[in-house]
């Protein structure tokens, strides 16, 4: 994907970023005052949930560039976006419920926006089971590129959610209405956690492609030998 100097700077940039954020999160911000210091879990909670859904829409993009082109390379992206859209939702599902505890009284309730979160979260384990139990290169393709479009349509009613129906989950942070503002410091701190977040998920998908690519090289030279 990207070049190794870019690589680089991305890397320094994203240790520069994760440095800032860490501090502006646990030292610069003010506590909310209702909630207090419980709701600094909301610098991570929303980022993740953001690259969850930024991922699942990188899988749902390159899922069709797949059945359109059959190139392997936008299977292997949709996969390892995948991958890393299942692993910042889990982030996003464990964060949820630590706040909430103190916040709500308990862990979990099943109003629309959690069980719909649960339900993707549901869907990209079965998205990365798929692939590990459909040995044939063609046909697990194929399958995964279905799933990756199919369960994408389940990205925009989590999003929704909170403004179609009456949940419990607090209202959206920004164009959310009077009570969902956020105080100047608390809203460049979530800004920048929201672009830091997103940077690492484009340095993870680049680190674990370059690790197909190697892996891809390896099988290919254990076939030869094999012959």
Known sequence: MFSRNIERILDGLLFIMMSVCLYLVFVWVPNEK????????FYFHVPSAWVGFLAFGVVFAMSIMYLIKRDDKWDRLASISAEIGLLFTTIMLTTGPIWAKPVWGIWWTWDARLTLALVLWLIYVAYVMLRVYIHEDAKRARLSAVVGIIGFLDVPLVYMSIRWWRTQHPSPVMAGGEKSGLAAEMLLTFLLCLFTFTLLYLVLLNKR??????QKELDEMY?????
Do not use: A, D
């Open 223 to 227: 076939k030869l030998v094999q012959e």
């Open 34 to 41: 209702t909630m207090g210091i419980i709701q600094r879990i």
């Open 209 to 214: 492609y370059r690790l197909e690519v190697c």
